[in-house]
């Protein structure tokens, strides 16, 4: 938090905990530091408190979120964890197996998912105990794919899977701090969206999937001698710390940039590379023109849209006609309407939402001031 902001959080605090039972005013280098506050400082609670039903669902679930951790910060009970750490030896291999048991619970009541019991045999130092090896026979699986959360992470800290205890969190914060990342807090979740948007990564069951567009875009890359891997990407990070720290002035920052562009420039003049035309889906023919049917995020167009004269038929999938009817058309039928058949759906929502129905639909076109529409006629078995 700012350090300016110390007597905020003084009032917050009061109106927090009216009798001062569980919270106190805590003035430490951990919680206020300008030098750790690069685009704006820590998220807290108003003074203004929530009113019964004031808030619904996801509203209700961030400011617990950000209640709870503010208090986290402010307990006047401790944490306590008994931590063991045991060192086995066996010939010239090292084990190490950790164990922790909660003696007090403090900021864990509000921040539980922090709290994972591990606890280890009793055992004294020098203690002989018997092992046994095994060779045991598996089968090697594909590695986990990753999900949002887990690429944000890895952007976070590129070399470092993965977060383990509060001293690797430490470290992780210090190489944070120096510009071991790619992007920002406030940057990452609009770098993944980005990629997303332009189809180099997809996301199926919170799972993502690299696109044929994303390796085309890597190898096309390489090709060109274009380094973003992380390395090359992470200096440049450390190099906009050094100039928001005022250790690297804004020209000398620029000019190794403009370096680098010339040097890319300069490799790419004599390297060849081919336009890449992706094959899409070909959904159906046009009623209009006859030229192929492609799928997009919001709707099915003609490749004819470019041409001269224009061709503009499309089908929308958030059409007026199915959304009332709590429907959104899917590539299926659009292949069936495309085909000139009638397609059956199910389930379509009444009016008056008295219940549903199904309808045999089929693709008509009107003609308005000149101009064609889309539209769709229904029948009933």
């Known amino acids: 938090m ?19 039972s569980f919270l106190e005013f805590k003035d430490r280098k951990s919680i206020f530091d300008n030098s750790k506050i690069e685009s704006h400082s820590a998220l807290t609670p108003t003074i203004k408190t929530p009113g019964v039903n004031e808030l619904i669902g996801k509203e209700i679930e961030v400011y617990t979120t950000i209640k709870n951790r503010f208090i986290s910060n402010f307990l006047i009970e401790e944490t306590l964890i008994d931590r063991t750490i045991m060192t086995i030896k066996v010939g010239d291999l090292t084990f190490e197996l950790k164990g922790e048991v ?74 944070m701090f ?32 690299v696109e044929p567009t994303g390796i085309i875009l890597i190898e096309t890359l390489d090709k060109l001698n274009i380094n973003l ?29 403009l370096k680098e562009l010339k040097e890319i420039i300069k490799n790419g ?30 709707n099915f167009y003609c490749e004819g849209f470019a041409d001269d004269p224009r061709c503009d038929f499309s089908i929308w999938k958030t059409d007026k006609f199915f959304v009332d009817k709590g429907k959104t058309l ?24 008295s219940g549903k129905y199904d309808a045999n639909i089929n693709i008509i076109e009107k003609e308005f001031k000149g101009k064609k529409y889309v539209n769709f006629n229904m029948s009933f078995d």
Do not use: W
């Open 330 to 353: 899917t590539k299926t039928m659009a292949k069936g309407f495309l085909s000139g058949k009638s397609v059956k759906v199910k389930g379509l929502k009444k009016k008056d939402g």
């Open 2 to 20: 700012a350090e300016g902001e110390k007597e905020k959080i003084k009032s917050l605090i009061k109106v927090l905990d009216v009798d001062g």
């Open 229 to 257: 891997y992380k390395e090359k990407t992470v200096e440049f990070s450390k190099n906009l710390k050094k100039v928001y720290r005022n250790e690297m002035d804004i020209k000398s920052c620029v000019d190794e940039v």
């Open 178 to 209: 120096e510009g071991v990342e790619i992007g920002t807090e406030a940057t990452r979740t609009g770098i993944i969206e980005k990629c997303k948007k332009y189809e180099y990564i997809t996301e199926k069951k919170t799972s993502l999937s």
């Open 102 to 175: 909660i003696k007090q619970e403090g900021f864990l009541k509000y921040e539980p998912i922090a709290s994972k019991e591990n606890t280890l045999p009793k055992v004294n130092i020098n203690d002989e105990i018997t092992i046994k090896f095994e060779a045991i026979e598996k089968k090697t699986t594909l590695p986990k794919k990753m999900d949002t959360i887990m690429l944000s992470n890895y952007l976070k800290n590129p070399f470092k899977a993965e977060l383990k205890d509060d001293e690797e969190m430490e470290t992780d914060y210090k190489e």
């Open 269 to 298: 003049e004599n390297i060849k590379i081919e336009r890449v035309i992706q094959k899409k889906e070909v959904i159906g023919k046009c009623p209009r023109c006859g030229k192929n049917i492609f799928e997009s995020k919001k």
